[in-house]
């Protein structure tokens, strides 16, 4: 019913820029909170980022000051500006949000994650 579809990763050299971009399809009525997770090799996988459908937003204290996050909800889009990237924010970057989507007679929410997009900062 939705999918959620990440882009935007890469390889960059540490102190570089990436921005990520999700983008939710299917029968959506509206998103609440979005996210930006991430996990990197022998790892558990960790919040990043967060944005509510309002605008407020958090950031794991590992990224604040460097990562940013917004939406479009006209696009049914989040995005995740990073800047000053380090090697230690090398990992797979996963988009989930929080979906309530139409069916035939009613509506409901359902929690949906993306497929993933690899980040690798190089030193």
């Known amino acids: 019913q939705v999918q959620l579809v990440e882009s935007g990763g890469g390889l960059v050299q540490a102190g570089g820029s990436l921005r990520l971009s999700c983008a939710a399809s299917g029968s959506i009525s509206s998103i609440n909170a979005m996210y930006w997770y991430r996990q990197a090799p022998g790892k558990q996988r960790e919040l990043v980022a967060g944005?509510?459908?309002?605008?407020?937003?958090n950031f794991a204290d590992s990224v604040k000051g460097r990562f940013t996050i917004s939406r479009d909800n006209s696009r049914n889009a989040v995005y995740l500006q990073m800047n000053s990237l380090k090697p230690e924010d090398t990992a797979v970057y996963y988009c989930?949000?929080?979906?309530?989507?139409?069916?035939?007679?009613?509506?409901?929410?359902?929690?949906?994650w993306g497929q993933g997009t690899q980040v690798t900062v190089s030193s």
């Open positions: 989930n949000a929080d979906v309530n989507y139409r069916t035939a007679f009613r509506t409901l929410t359902g929690n949906y």
């Open positions: 944005i509510s459908s309002g605008g407020s937003t």
